[in-house]
Every structure is written in C-alpha cells, then in structure tokens.
C-alpha cells in the first residue's frame, strides 16, 4: 500500500516537470542617451560657455526628461517641449567651465514612468588660460 502511494505520489510531481529549455522573455530596451558635442576628452579654456549637445532616444513610451550631471553633481535638465515624452529628443545645455583640470559630463535619459537610461559620462579638460605679459619698452 505504502508502495503504491509512493509511486502515485511520484507519477503526480512528475507531471509538473518540464522538458526542455524555457521560454526567455525579452526585457525592454533601456533609453539611451549619447553625446554629440563636446567629445570625450576635449580641451577648453576656464570661463568657456560650452554647448553640451545631447540625443536621447526611446523605442517605447518615449523621453520625458534629460538631466546633466558635471562632476557627479546635478547641474541641468530639460523636458520635452512638444509633448509629454517624444522617442527622439535633442537638447543643448550649456556649463560655464570652471576650475582647471578634468571634469566629468554625465547624461541621464528618463522615461515618463522614471525608468532611467545607462549613464553616459565623457570626461572634459579646462585649462587656465594663458596670461599675457607686457612686452618691457
């Protein structure tokens, strides 16, 4: 009797095993964001007004905001101006450059539900500009 169990328990459990690999399920892709201007490693002199060109693009629900971090630290955003979200969003911000030696540019795409894109960082060179001295008479 107890055999009989033992194998109508194990002919049961059995059935909920599958053969076989599964199914994967896609993830949805990520935002992403790139930098078109400046470019990595780039030099400016300090007290520059740079142009900080961006491109975020989504495939799904579309880009409701861009935020631009300089040395880790929140310095701008921008929302789209057409719509609530829009799949492709081109943005210039500036920064006054301040502070010689490298710096980083870090550009993060936000979807209307918060999902954020992989962080794209460039790093930047400013430099002291050079002081002219009087030619002596």
Sequence with gaps: MQRLAFVLLLATTA???RVGTPTPFPT????????????????FDEHTDIA?????RDSGIGI???ELL??????SEALPEVSA?????TVVMNWLAEGPGYHSLTAIA???????????????????????TPDDA
């Excluded at 900080?52 to 975020?56: G, H, Q, S, V």
């Excluded at 300089?70 to 310095?75: G, Y």
């Design 110 to 132: 936000y979807r209307p539900d918060g999902t954020p894109s992989r962080p794209q960082t460039i790093s930047i060179l400013i430099t002291s500009p050079e002081t002219e």
């Design 70 to 75: 300089v040395d880790d630290l929140p310095h």
């Design 85 to 89: 979200a829009v799949p492709v969003f």
């Design 15 to 17: 059935c909920n095993l």
């Design 28 to 43: 949805p892709d990520l935002p992403m964001i790139e930098f078109q201007a400046p470019v990595n490693n780039d030099r």
């Design 64 to 66: 409701a905001r861009v």
């Design 52 to 56: 900080i060109a961006l491109l975020a």
